[in-house]
């Protein structure tokens, strides 16, 4: 399980996640996408990047 923190601004939200292989990402979703869609996303790059399954929780 990796836990993401989620800072929203005007119209986007900002994810501040650290991989499984280390890297720290700062990344940014439109304010129209819910958590599923921000975990979803993370987890598929998370494999893309290290090649390990994840499930994501966002802490709003």
Known sequence: ???VS???F???M???WTST?????????PSTWT???????IENM???ECGTEVN???NP
């Open 14 to 16: 900002q994810a501040v």
């Open 46 to 48: 998370n494999y893309n």
């Open 6 to 8: 989620i800072m929203a």
């Open 35 to 41: 958590y599923n869609q921000m975990a979803d996303w």
């Open 21 to 29: 292989c280390g890297v720290k990402h700062y990344t940014t979703f």
């Open 1 to 3: 399980m990796m836990g």
């Open 56 to 58: 994501v929780t966002i």
């Open 10 to 12: 005007a119209r986007t």
